[in-house]
């Protein structure tokens, strides 16, 4: 299985909620590390699994989204607690959709500091909504 990852790094506010987690039910901010990597079986006809510098278009346009926000007021964590675990999927769903290639599953890995971070894998082998494959 090939894979190819791009990272990136934002600033972004939240607080958690349904719990009582001390400061962190307060707004504060994080210094997120963004790591999208794609997988998949089969490169195309230039020896690319995908081309780097879309995933980073892409990376970039989906970061852009969310930097600076605080994530509780957005509408993708309606009714979530704002956690990284829940971040991961967001993201990972976000930057999925629309994927084109072979690409067979994607990670996404949030980091909120240099001790802790989730992931969340989004298998695309099902064709899932959004995803174009080419013959």
């Given at each position: 299985m090939y894979t190819v990852s791009v990272k990136r790094e934002f600033d972004a506010h939240h607080f958690l909620v349904g719990g009582d987690w001390g400061d962190e039910n307060r707004k504060h901010a994080h210094h997120y590390e963004v790591t999208a990597r794609l997988e998949g079986l089969e490169l195309d006809l230039h020896g690319y699994l995908?081309?780097?510098?879309?995933?980073?278009?892409?990376?970039?346009?989906?970061?852009?989204?969310f930097r600076g926000k605080t994530l509780n007021e957005l509408p993708e964590f309606s009714g979530l607690n704002p956690s990284i675990?829940?971040?991961?999927?967001?993201?990972?769903?976000?930057?999925?959709?629309?994927l084109e290639h072979t690409i067979e599953a994607v990670t996404v890995i949030i980091a909120e500091n240099s001790n802790a971070c989730a992931s969340f894998r989004r298998d695309l082998r099902e064709n899932g909504p959004g995803i174009v494959r080419e013959p």
């Open positions: 995908a081309d780097i510098a879309d995933i980073e278009k892409r990376l970039d346009t989906l970061v852009g989204h675990e829940h971040f991961s999927r967001v993201f990972c769903d976000a930057f999925s959709k629309g």
